[in-house]
Each structure stands twice: as C-alpha cells, then as structure tokens.
C-alpha cells in the first residue's frame, strides 16, 4: 500500500466481510481494498466491524451488523463499505464489540448498535440507525471511546462522562447505597478527583483510563491482567486489588515524570505515549502484546514460543508495570486492536505486534509476535493511516 496512490490495505480477520474485500476470507497479508474514496480521515474498527471516517464527515462502514452496529437500518452483514445514510457529518468516530460511536463537529454525539448493555445510551436493546444521545444537549463533546460493553466521553469542560456495562468498575462512579451498577443506560460523570480537566479518554474490556491536561493518567476498573499499574490481582490467594471502583492516579514517576500525551486500550492492555515520544505498555502478555518480552519468554523453549503451547500463569503473562518499548519511540501513528497493536514509526515503518492467529500481524503466518515486526506486502509505499479492530487492520 503505498501513500502515492492512496490505496486502502486491510489484512486479519475476516468472518463478517470487514475487511472491506468482497468476502469473508480471513487474510495473512495486506490485500488492496477496491473503490476506496479519497481525502480518508482515519480508519478504525470493532469486533467485527469497520468504519472508514473521510475529511468531509462522510462516514463509510462494513462487517459485522447483527446489532445494527453498520448504522444502515438493518441487521445483516456487508463485505463492502457502504456511506451510512442520514447521517450529519462526523468529526471522530469510535467502535466497541458491537456499537458505533460518533460525534458531530458541533459535539453533538450519536449512537447505534447493541445497547444490550446501556452502552449506546438509549432505552431500546438494538439500535440499527445513529440516533443522538440527548443527554449531552447543551454540551460539547471533545473525545469519545468505545470498549467492549462501555462508552466513555469528555465534555467541553474537561469532564469525563461513562455509561453501559459497570460490573467491574469500568463506570468510574462511586456505588448508590453500596452496590455496584451492573448496568447503566444514561450517561453520568465519573468521580475524578476536584479539579482535574481531561482531554482524552480509553476505553478496554473491563477497565478504563483518561488523561488529563496536565499529562497525568487516571485508570479505573478491573485489575485482573494489572491494567491498572498496580500489581497482578491473584483470586486464589487473594492477593493484589481485583478492581478500582473510582479513577486513580498513575505516579508520574513510573513515567520518570514525563507528561503522558496520548493513551490507547486493548482489552486488557494499556499504551501510553510520553511528551518525548517514549511508548509504555503494561496489563496482559500472553499474545506479546505489550511489545517486549517477559522472564517466562525468555526461560520459554523455542517450540513452546512457536506454538504458543506453554503453561502460563496470570501472574507472568502480565506485566503491571509500565515498560518502555524502545522501538516505538516517536512513532507517528499508534492503534490498538483487542489483543495486538500496530504502530507507523518516524521512518515510516509499519510494525504490528501481539496476537496473530487470522494473520493481524501480516507476517504470513499466525504466530503471536512477541515483539514489534515490520508489516510484509507494503514495500514501496509509506503508510500515511493505520487503524485496527478487534482482529483486523487497515492501512491507507
């Protein structure tokens, strides 16, 4: 794929046509998507759907749409990208495992899909055509995140808004009358501490985080993969905190008191980027995900690492600690999958790294990538775009 032409590249998996190719055959190596429209904003996608943003707000979506998360009004599938109808223009875009996201350039936010969970913030279960979340009338909203049954925004004013799936903490909100929400279909503020004013928030499987204006991170939810920087939760003994029901500060001086200026969410890892291009990740390892490798790596024989066949606990497939990965550093362009992330560096490399079974990785194999690895098939061209799903990418 290279930029000169302006041709669309998409690899992974493919069981919901959302690779944007005509069908529904998983791919090991980037392959050109067809017809594609010019002036592409970014690219991003869900559990098994995709969504293509262009610079004049026009949003295009394929894939997965048994929850009407394509927007179209219907609930069945598509293998090539359609314009959604109907639709005012989009500023940014977001996707969960099954709902769709998107904000207007006036703030105004829209949303369709599975609300099976409250996380679309509308009464009815299944959602097929954006509708607006009128909770946030009168209110701008700056960033949005979707995560696999939860949604997360940030007002004008820095504040952090949640809604949808709460049973681990992920809302953000201290508990009515002791009890912890499972479920919540409007909107409400998170507890941040007084004075904090956000600007960015991400949204994982069962935990969240937001990053405020001063560079700080604040990271909720649950801890079981020790997303939340604070050690590995271990159920049979008991040791470790399972979950953080309130935001909770990260030491800058884990960050060697540099500013964190961006922040990404798989569904149980966490990415930071620092105010002098350092990258740190930290949470689970089993797929290589957080880009480097651990002591049980290490200590792993060659077949094992091949295969993926070792026995691993969950205190050292994680990694609670944020860790530089030294080959990240200064990346133009990050994106997290569920379990695998990909990266378009200063020199205009593509790497991709952690959970590789459909071929995510686009090595040609479907060996988890333990550390990041250029992206085969692009040679000649210079990724411009990257944007990744829950097991799929595509390059522009």
Not at 11 to 22: C, D, I, K, V
Not at 157 to 179: I, M
Not at 247 to 256: A, E, L
Not at 347 to 363: I, K, P, S, T, Y
């Given at each position: 794929m290279a930029a000169s032409s302006g041709c669309v590249c998409s690899?992974?998996?493919?069981?919901?046509?959302?690779?944007?190719?005509?069908?529904?055959?998983?791919q090991l190596l980037p392959q050109m998507v067809k017809n594609c429209p010019d002036r592409i904003k970014c690219i991003l996608g869900g559990g098994g759907h995709t969504a293509m943003l262009l610079e004049g707000g026009e949003l295009l979506m394929c894939g997965s749409n048994n929850k009407g998360q394509l927007g179209l009004g219907h609930r069945r599938d598509l293998t090539k990208l359609v314009q959604i109808p109907d639709l005012p223009p989009m500023q940014m875009v977001a996707c969960g495992w099954d709902h769709s996201l998107g904000v207007t350039p006036m703030g105004d936010l829209y949303s369709w899909g599975s609300n099976m969970y409250g996380q679309a913030a509308h009464r009815e279960k299944i959602i097929t055509k954006a509708r607006k979340v009128e909770t946030f009338l009168g209110k701008q909203i700056i960033a949005v995140s979707a995560g696999l049954r939860h949604s997360l925004a940030v007002t004008g004013d820095g504040k952090v808004w949640s809604w949808g799936s709460g049973k681990r903490g992920q809302l953000g909100r201290t508990p009515a009358h002791g009890s912890l929400a499972e479920n919540s279909d409007k909107p409400e503020m998170v507890d941040m501490p007084d004075g904090v004013r956000c600007t960015k928030v991400a949204a994982g499987a069962y935990h969240s985080a937001a990053l405020s204006d001063e560079g700080i991170l604040y990271i909720w939810g649950c801890n079981r993969r020790g997303q939340l920087a604070e050690g590995i939760f271990v159920p049979e003994s008991g040791e470790g905190k399972d979950m953080e029901l309130t935001p909770k500060q990260i030491d800058p001086s884990v960050f060697g008191d540099r500013r964190v200026t961006d922040i990404y969410s798989g569904w149980t890892h966490m990415l930071a980027v620092l105010d002098d291009g350092s990258?740190?990740?930290?949470?689970?390892?089993?797929?290589?995900?957080?880009?480097?490798?651990?002591?049980?790596?290490?200590?792993?024989?060659?077949?094992?690492?091949?295969?993926?066949?070792?026995?691993?606990?969950?205190?050292?497939?994680?990694?609670a600690t944020p860790?530089?990965?030294?080959?990240?550093?200064?990346?133009?362009q990050i994106t997290c999958g569920s379990e695998h992330s990909l990266a378009i560096t200063a020199d205009n490399r593509l790497l991709a790294w952690g959970w590789n079974e459909h071929g995510m990785c686009a090595d040609g194999t479907e060996t988890n990538v333990k550390v990041p690895?250029?992206?085969?098939?692009?040679?000649?061209?210079?990724?411009?775009?990257?944007?990744?799903?829950?097991?799929?990418l595509l390059c522009v």
């Amino acid at each position: 794929m290279a930029a000169s032409s302006g041709c669309v590249c998409s690899w992974g998996a493919n069981s919901y046509g959302q690779l944007a190719l005509g069908h529904k055959e998983d791919q090991l190596l980037p392959q050109m998507v067809k017809n594609c429209p010019d002036r592409i904003k970014c690219i991003l996608g869900g559990g098994g759907h995709t969504a293509m943003l262009l610079e004049g707000g026009e949003l295009l979506m394929c894939g997965s749409n048994n929850k009407g998360q394509l927007g179209l009004g219907h609930r069945r599938d598509l293998t090539k990208l359609v314009q959604i109808p109907d639709l005012p223009p989009m500023q940014m875009v977001a996707c969960g495992w099954d709902h769709s996201l998107g904000v207007t350039p006036m703030g105004d936010l829209y949303s369709w899909g599975s609300n099976m969970y409250g996380q679309a913030a509308h009464r009815e279960k299944i959602i097929t055509k954006a509708r607006k979340v009128e909770t946030f009338l009168g209110k701008q909203i700056i960033a949005v995140s979707a995560g696999l049954r939860h949604s997360l925004a940030v007002t004008g004013d820095g504040k952090v808004w949640s809604w949808g799936s709460g049973k681990r903490g992920q809302l953000g909100r201290t508990p009515a009358h002791g009890s912890l929400a499972e479920n919540s279909d409007k909107p409400e503020m998170v507890d941040m501490p007084d004075g904090v004013r956000c600007t960015k928030v991400a949204a994982g499987a069962y935990h969240s985080a937001a990053l405020s204006d001063e560079g700080i991170l604040y990271i909720w939810g649950c801890n079981r993969r020790g997303q939340l920087a604070e050690g590995i939760f271990v159920p049979e003994s008991g040791e470790g905190k399972d979950m953080e029901l309130t935001p909770k500060q990260i030491d800058p001086s884990v960050f060697g008191d540099r500013r964190v200026t961006d922040i990404y969410s798989g569904w149980t890892h966490m990415l930071a980027v620092l105010d002098d291009g350092s990258v740190f990740t930290w949470g689970r390892n089993d797929y290589g995900q957080l880009g480097h490798i651990t002591e049980d790596d290490k200590n792993a024989t060659q077949e094992e690492q091949a295969n993926d066949a070792s026995e691993y606990t969950d205190e050292n497939i994680c990694c609670a600690t944020p860790t530089e990965v030294p080959s990240l550093k200064e990346c133009r362009q990050i994106t997290c999958g569920s379990e695998h992330s990909l990266a378009i560096t200063a020199d205009n490399r593509l790497l991709a790294w952690g959970w590789n079974e459909h071929g995510m990785c686009a090595d040609g194999t479907e060996t988890n990538v333990k550390v990041p690895k250029q992206v085969l098939g692009l040679e000649g061209g210079s990724p411009l775009l990257v944007g990744s799903g829950g097991s799929l990418l595509l390059c522009v």
